[in-house]
């Protein structure tokens, strides 16, 4: 005789559930939901509705809510179930009366970055901003620097510009709704695909020599490295550089040697390596 334990589905003691609340008229939002014992096919249920559900682990999940899901002021009882039928206990999911509309964000001065840059200052421009204002990137808060009614600046950390996407930036004054958010770029960073002559031959340094580095996500200012060499850029366009290695180093490579060749973009970001290997 096999006995089976079937474990239901339940809410962590803290953190359970993100957000808990959110005002009416909201729009679509994404509900982060998370506890034990959860299995992929599980799902989210918003009173008896059953969301879009996302697994993510056995103690996360994800689930689409519409915007008429929070178009009026009210509470919900969630809850999860598993396949098969086993249902967690029900947390309540708040909607509250819709906040004082918020300032307006009409410009960022900077708009674009690449993935990888470093941290840096994010200047906006609007009306009706506080002392307390927050800007929020992506949804997080950074910190931020009250200037003026219609200035403020916020600190980017180097981690939030990790990856490449479109940024949504928002202002957020004490007690009231965000405003409608501009949007940062995320370029993606450089990289390199190949490297023209690849595998020149020592003599060839007797003279100077041309590199071409073909490369996806070039942007101006950029330039490229040959081993510890800064080449300069004779000629680019978005998919290439070329410059000369000159025949005064020649004395600096040796045959057989491997050489890293990296694209560096004007605010320090490095592509990948392509080693070019002499002859």
């Given at each position: 005789?096999?006995?089976?334990t079937?474990?239901a589905?339940a809410f ?9 609340s959110?005002?009416?008229?909201s729009?679509d939002?994404t509900l ?6 959860f299995?992929n ?8 509705l059953a ?6 682990s ?9 915007a008429?899901?929070v178009a009026?002021l ?8 598993n ?6 206990a029900?947390?309540p999911?708040?909607?509250s009366a819709?906040?004082p509309?918020?300032?307006t ?8 970055a690449?993935?990888?840059?470093n941290g ?19 949804g ?18 180097t ?5 490449q996407?479109?940024?949504p930036?928002?202002?957020?004054n004490?007690?009231t709704a ?13 990289a390199i ?6 595998t020149?031959?020592l003599s060839d ?7 071409t ?12 490295t ?8 004779d000629s680019?366009?978005?998919t290439?550089?070329?410059?000369k290695?000159t025949?005064q180093f ?26 070019v290997?002499?002859q």
């Open positions: 005789k096999l006995t089976f079937v474990n589905p962590a003691a803290t953190n359970f559930m993100s957000p808990t959110i005002a009416a008229g729009g939002f982060t939901v998370n506890g034990t014992n299995l096919g599980s799902t989210v249920v918003w009173g008896t969301l879009t559900t996302h697994y993510g056995a103690t996360q999940l994800t689930a689409d809510v519409k008429a899901q009026h009210g509470r919900a009882n969630i809850y999860v179930t396949p098969g039928g086993a249902a967690s029900t947390k999911f708040t909607i819709a906040l509309a918020g300032p964000l009409t410009s960022l001065t900077e708009t674009t690449r993935a990888g840059d840096f200052t994010l200047h906006l421009t609007g009306t009706g901003f506080v002392s307390g204002a927050v800007v929020k990137w992506n997080t808060s950074v910190v931020t620097t009250f200037g003026s009614a219609t200035a403020l600046t916020a600190a980017v950390p981690g939030d510009l990790a990856a996407g479109s940024i930036v928002t202002v957020t004490p007690g965000a405003s409608t958010p501009q949007t940062f770029t995320i370029a993606a960073a450089p695909t190949g490297v023209s002559p690849a020149p031959a340094f007797d003279n100077d020599i041309t590199f580095v073909t490369a996806s996500g070039l942007a101006p200012g950029d330039y490229f040959f081993g510890w060499l800064t080449v300069t850029i680019s366009d978005a290439s550089l070329s410059g290695v025949s020649k004395s600096s490579w040796t045959q057989g040697q491997s050489i890293d060749v990296q694209v560096v973009s004007a605010t320090g970001t490095k592509s990948n390596k392509f080693q290997v002499v």
